[in-house]
């Protein structure tokens, strides 16, 4: 190999690498990640005994990803990089299977060069780079047996016939589904040369394959597509579903039509210079793509159970196919028109894959949410639960990313999520009355719920009805004022969607809430305070509180006579209360599901709040002061007056003093996790907050704090 060989390996593997590093942790981990990372945290016995369980689809990823996770943590950019590595080495194994397989010497350089671009900006293939899952590893050794399988085939010498079989076995580790490239890989050495038995040797072999799809189409049965799990299709949809994903990674429907124009052109020229190859590659590549798309297509019959991830074996055969449309026939009429031809194809696939990398609301690279947003609804839930709080996640196996990503968003002990273990099993017969019961047992006492539900993974285990959109679970808080509950938050994220619901009294026992520190505090006219309740997080008690976590503040109201205005009330927490606050709250009670305007006399009304603490504030003694103000004005002036004990300037009231502290009940991890995030802006304060606003006060008013009496 030439110095300017090695030269374009390196450059583009490092292009490669580059790209698949790029925004790695722009988006939030999504279910099978979580999946990933929870089977990975494992013990190494566990890991270890999988690798010879037929049911353990990839075991030696998971132990890859664990011992990456001892040297690298468990970051979301952590948890991807092997994937990216994996990703970034597959591009030069396509050019060198693309550069096995180029038709003449004359040719080599083209196909090797297009198959190396194609792999390096293909959306299907980065998609899978920037995830912590297998399919990366499994593009790289498919890249690789196509490559061994090629020089085997037509050099046919016994080193290369072996390094094809030890790969073979490896990539079964990795991937079992890698057993029909090795199904592919016995067909074509069967197949290279004239040999006795060779078809009843071949049938054999199928009928292993067979077997294999068989125990595939058993093992996933036909119900998760029925229910809307994955893609119910035919074969002959799945061809054109795979073509799709594989040139652009999106469904029909998704793109523009005409952007799959060079793709279609490209996979025909390339299988037109197919067939003038020479025999050794039309048998590699007509074995190890047809044999496992065959019988892919075959289980389909069964289960209608169609995943494009599935068929990332065959991927380098595409790559390489389409590559070799790009060097026509040199030999018939119009010969340079074909090639034009070819290379103006080849311009538009690239473009095409540009412009869906960064297509809008579908791209990985267009900043908008593609993937599931579990981060941004674990946050905003962690930013506002308290420690009494019920949450409840739907499906119950949302458990991994709750836990991995309430630990990184909030310093303070997560509450145990309820699940409800009866809507695991797949689409059932649960009556509302079985549900009504079980909900009732597990949400007793409680007087704030909170519900984690992703839509289209819990419409598998609970079907809503025709025209709705939740089922038995999502509707039961998603209509909270028709039982009697208020609504205290909608927030519908990418994939994943977080209610807030609570009751003026306990959930089924109907206890009365009563404030734990009383008052009597008047705001205007007619709001008053009755009390409020701190609620404890560290074993220290209510009033100490870490840094990182949450101060968990109840707030009870009541007013004298109806008001007129809907006000927003304000909660600071300041050490120098003549500088601006360095955490609060702002907003309407209950997110604004209740107005002051609809509150009546003699009805008290209770307003949980959550002060969330940056994990890098200093210790000691911080102040809480509340207020209200009309949103229309929010300078001091529309501000209502207070008059009662801890009445302050500027319409502020001081509630109490709290403290926080730096302990060690958080881990390292997690407080290096989470402490980005709050300078950044993602976690922190709730952006109802507004620091700018108060700091405005501070300057028109010069408010001195005196001591509270």
Same mark, same amino acid.
């Given at each position: ?6 030269? *374009? ?21 999504? @279910? ?10 494992? &013990? ?9 369980? &037929?049911?353990?689809?990839? &075991? ?15 970051? #979301? ?5 092997? %994937? ?99 199904? %592919? ?6 197949? %290279? ?12 072999? @199928? ?53 799959? !124009? ?7 020229? !390339?299988?037109?210079? @197919? ?20 019988? *892919?297509?075959?289980? @389909? ?52 894959? !540009?412009? =869906?990398? *960064? ?7 267009? !900043? ?11 946050? #905003? ?27 990184? =968003? ?12 009866? *809507? ?6 649960? =009556? ?9 047992? %597990? ?27 939740? +089922? ?51 705001? +205007? ?36 006579? &109806? ?103 958080? =881990? ?42």
């Amino acid at each position: 190999m030439n110095r300017r060989w090695v030269a *374009f390996w390196v450059v583009i593997g490092l292009a490669a690498l580059g790209l698949r590093l790029y925004r790695l942790d722009a988006q939030s981990l999504w @279910l099978d990640e979580g999946n990933s990372w929870a089977i990975a945290m494992q &013990p190494w016995s566990v890991l270890i005994r999988d690798l010879v369980l &037929p049911n353990a689809a990839y &075991p030696l990823y998971h132990l890859v990803l664990k011992a990456w996770i001892g040297l690298a943590g468990a970051s #979301e950019w952590a948890l991807r990089w092997p %994937s990216a590595l994996a990703g970034a080495l597959s591009v030069p194994l396509l050019a060198l299977a693309a550069q096995a397989a180029a038709p003449d010497e004359q040719r080599r350089t083209i196909v090797t060069a297009a198959a190396a671009l194609i792999g390096l900006l293909s959306p299907f293939a980065l998609w899978y780079a920037q995830e912590a899952k297998v399919y990366a590893l499994v593009l790289l050794v498919s890249a690789a047996l196509l490559w061994l399988a090629l020089r085997a085939a037509q050099r046919d010498q016994p080193a290369d016939w072996g390094w094809l079989i030890g790969l073979a076995i490896v990539a079964f580790f990795i991937h079992r589904l890698t057993a029909l490239l090795a199904l %592919s890989a016995a067909l074509i050495w069967l197949f %290279s040369r004239p040999r006795r038995y060779i078809w009843p040797i071949a049938a054999g072999l @199928l009928l292993v394959g067979v077997g294999m799809i068989a125990a595939m189409a058993a093992g996933i049965g036909s119900d998760r597509a029925a229910s809307g799990a994955s893609i119910a299709a035919d074969p002959l949809r799945a061809l054109w579903l795979t073509f799709t994903r594989f040139s652009l990674d999106r469904w029909p429907g998704d793109l523009p039509w005409w952007w799959l !124009g060079p793709w279609l052109l490209l996979l025909g020229l !390339g299988m037109n210079t @197919l067939r003038a190859a020479p025999r050794p590659t039309v048998l590699v590549i007509g074995m190890m793509g047809g044999v496992p798309l065959a019988l *892919f297509g075959l289980q @389909l019959f069964f289960t209608r159970l169609y995943e494009a991830r599935y068929l990332m074996i065959i991927f380098p055969v595409w790559v390489v196919v389409v590559a070799m449309g790009t060097a026509p026939r040199n030999t018939g009429p119009g010969v340079g028109v074909w090639r034009e031809l070819g290379a103006l194809a080849l311009a538009g696939a690239l473009i095409t894959s !540009g412009l =869906s990398l *960064f297509q809008p609301r579908f791209g990985l690279f267009s !900043g908008d949410p593609v993937k599931e947003q579990y981060r941004e609804a674990i946050a #905003e839930l962690a930013r506002r639960v308290h420690p009494d709080d019920a949450v409840v996640i739907h499906p119950g196996y949302l458990r991994p990313l709750y836990d991995y990503y309430m630990a990184r =968003s909030n310093t303070d002990p997560a509450p145990p999520p309820i699940t409800f273990a009866n *809507f695991w099993t797949g689409e059932n017969n649960y =009556s509302q009355r079985e549900w009504d019961a079980e909900r009732r047992v %597990s949400l007793a006492g409680y007087t704030r719920s909170f519900l984690l539900i992703a839509p289209d993974h819990a419409r598998t285990v609970d079907p809503p009805l025709p025209g709705d959109e939740y +089922g038995l679970v999502g509707n039961f808080w998603a209509f909270s004022r028709e039982q009697r509950t208020w609504p205290c938050g909608i927030w519908r994220f990418q994939g994943v969607h977080l209610f807030c619901q609570e009751a003026p009294e306990a959930y089924i026992t109907g206890a009365v809430v009563q404030p734990a520190t009383p008052a009597t505090v008047t705001f +205007g006219d007619d709001l008053q305070l009755l009390g409020y309740t701190l609620k404890a997080t560290t074993p220290a008690g209510p009033g100490v509180y870490r840094a990182g976590g949450n101060i968990p503040l109840s707030l009870f109201w009541d007013v004298r006579q &109806p008001l007129t205005e809907d006000y927003s009330l304000f909660i600071h927490l300041c050490r120098d209360c003549d500088q601006p606050p360095v955490a609060g709250d702002d907003g309407q009670p209950l997110a604004g599901y209740l107005p002051t305007s609809t509150w009546l006399p003699g009805k008290p009304a209770r307003d949980d709040r959550a002060v969330h603490v940056p994990c890098d504030l200093p210790s000691g003694e911080y102040r809480l002061l509340i207020g209200w103000y009309r949103p229309s004005d929010p300078s001091p002036e529309g501000r209502l007056p207070v008059r009662g004990a801890g009445a302050l300037g500027a319409g502020r009231l001081w509630l109490t003093t709290i403290e926080v502290v730096r302990d060690g009940h958080s =881990s390292a991890e997690g407080r290096a996790a989470l402490c980005p995030y709050d300078r950044a802006g993602q976690r922190g304060a709730s952006p109802l907050f507004n620091g700018e606003r108060f700091r405005e006060a501070i300057k028109a008013e010069n408010v001195l704090l005196t001591s509270r009496r």
